[in-house]
């Protein structure tokens, strides 16, 4: 999909769609009120007669309005004015792009841009609308044999600004929405592939792949570049598996030579059995998306490409499977991780923490200015989060600020969680520095604590997506999250 901005009346654009909001009840938008003064109260009129209410998500397709350019005008309800916020004005965008994508029209001209949203300028109205129409058009049939028809997909839209004044922001706000919608993309196909497609030999192909066409160094370490490293945590997950592990580092060097990078870490597993620790059948399909983590930094490296960002970034992906092979690790089990830190692996459903930790330790040789791993690490993130907010630790109160407001800013919500010391208590092992498990009682804030202990050196932090990354049910499939958060994040860094 193109994407372009515009200024300009609505009665005047040669478009093949014209798309204005009516607020409930019957109450219509400026620019609904510029086309109704152009058909001489043609809207107006269908108004009246209870056509369009201006219920939110309600849409209704005009052909032939008299006095305008256009070839249709649709009309996109929005709920009640003193209601309308960022989720109505996402839902209102979504509405709109869903009846343009089903209708004949190539490109519309979408006027909900102009609608004022409580507390957010026209830069977020235009970044939202790119990245929401894009996540509306979203298909994932590259398994299917036949694939779906849409007769004609939108292939074009028009972004309007009220004021010419408006126009240099709203392009760079559209730049951004559409590197972050396509990156959420590729991080969805990552996703929703099956686990014996995307293994991690696959996923380092295809993180090859995308940083050749956008322009990033991309190194692919083996399993004998990894023993040399001594990053036997990590080694010890591969080891029930037939698929040999890769760990992926790609590099963007957006900054001056000498810039402290930020480094991402994304969780690879590509599919989590839970290994000798056997997960119950149930459900076990979606352990397909446990390399989420990884597919959200891969991805975000190809919107940190595609804006240029004047930034040095990496992104670290240690991937593997978590399966309970012959000569898969045991409970009870004794490994040294690169750090020097012996872990006794109590549960070998605990490996996420167990990879990232090697990860974390390969991370100082770039003396980086912050660490953010990403990764889908507890179950129990999800019991206390649900599937609203992505759970935040940090050991910089100051890096935790930066990517809630990241968060809060792309609509792609973390929440803070504590990492107090108290908590460490419960990774106390007999026989090792540590347990990979600290028991029932706030499973995800332990699982941090783990990982704190490798991030000692540098200013960190972690984002438990195990609830944001993916929808369960009848929508199943992979969100595109914490896509949004990460490249607004790096854009707020490389903006000084
Ligand atoms: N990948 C899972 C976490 C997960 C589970 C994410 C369900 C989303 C939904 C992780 O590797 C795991 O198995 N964690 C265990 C840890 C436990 C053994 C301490 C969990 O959460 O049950
Ligand atoms: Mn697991
Ligand atoms: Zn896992």
């Known amino acids: ?177 559409e590197a972050t919608g396509q990156a959420m993309s590729l991080a969805k196909d990552l996703g929703n592939l099956p686990g014996n497609v995307c293994t991690p030999t696959y996923l380092a192909a295809r993180a090859r792949a995308m940083a050749e066409a956008a322009g990033l160094t991309c190194t692919i370490l083996e399993r004998a570049d990894c023993e040399a490293l001594k990053m036997g945590s990590f080694l010890s997950v591969a080891n029930g598996s037939r698929q040999p592990p890769k760990f992926i580092v790609l590099e963007h060097r957006g900054g001056k030579e000498g810039d402290k990078p930020v480094v991402l870490v994304g969780k690879g597993i590509t599919f ?61 089990d004794i490994v040294t991780t690169m750090s020097g830190q012996t872990v006794e692996i109590l549960n070998t459903d605990a490996e996420g923490r167990l990879i990232l930790c090697d990860a974390l330790t390969y991370a100082e040789r770039y003396h980086p200015a912050c660490v953010v791993d990403v990764a889908t690490l507890t179950g129990a993130c999800v019991i206390a989060l649900g599937h609203v907010a992505t759970g935040l630790y940090s050991n910089s109160d100051s890096l935790a600020r930066e990517l809630i407001g990241a968060g809060d800013d792309a609509h792609d919500r973390a929440w803070h969680m504590p990492l107090w010391d108290d908590y460490q208590e419960q990774l106390k092992s007999n026989f090792a520095d ?56 790096l854009l707020g860094r490389s903006a000084g």
């Open 272 to 332: 989590d059995t839970g290994g000798i620790s056997l997960k119950p059948g149930e459900g076990m399909d979606e352990m397909k998306f446990d390399m989420c983590g990884a597919a959200s930094v891969i991805a975000t490296m190809q919107a940190v490409a595609a804006l240029k960002l004047p930034l040095n970034v990496v992104a670290l992906v240690p991937a593997t499977e978590n399966m309970p092979g012959g000569a898969a690790t045991k409970p009870g």
């Open 1 to 177: 999909m193109e994407f372009s901005i515009k200024s300009g009346s609505p009665e005047k654009q040669r478009s093949a769609c014209i798309v204005v909001g009516v607020f409930e009840p019957r109450k219509l938008t400026a620019p609904a009120e510029l086309l109704d003064a152009a058909s001489k109260g043609y809207l107006a009129d269908i108004v009246r007669r209870g056509d369009m209410e201006g219920k939110a998500g309600r849409t209704l397709l005009l052909h032939n309005v008299p006095g305008i350019l256009g070839d249709r005008v649709l009309l996109v309800g929005l709920g009640r004015e003193k209601d309308f916020r960022e989720r109505e004005y996402r839902e209102a965008v979504r509405a709109a792009v869903k009846t343009l994508d089903e209708t004949g029209a190539f490109d519309g001209s979408i006027y909900l841009t102009e609608v004022p949203v409580r507390r957010r300028d026209i830069a977020w109205r235009v970044r939202q609308a790119a990245i929401t129409a894009i996540e509306t058009v979203y298909r994932f049939d590259s398994m299917k044999s036949k694939k779906e028809e849409v007769r004609r997909p939108v292939r074009k839209l028009t972004l309007m600004v009220e004021r010419r004044n408006e126009l240099a922001a709203a392009e760079a706000a559209m730049r951004e929405g």
């Open 434 to 489: 540590m347990a990979n498990i600290g028991g029932r009682p706030a499973g995800s804030v332990t699982a941090a604590c783990f990982l704190s202990r490798f991030a000692k050196k540098f200013d960190w932090a972690h984002l438990d997506i195990a609830g944001t990354a993916w929808k369960s049910g009848a929508a199943k499939g992979a969100t595109g999250r914490p896509v949004p958060l990460l490249t607004r994040f």
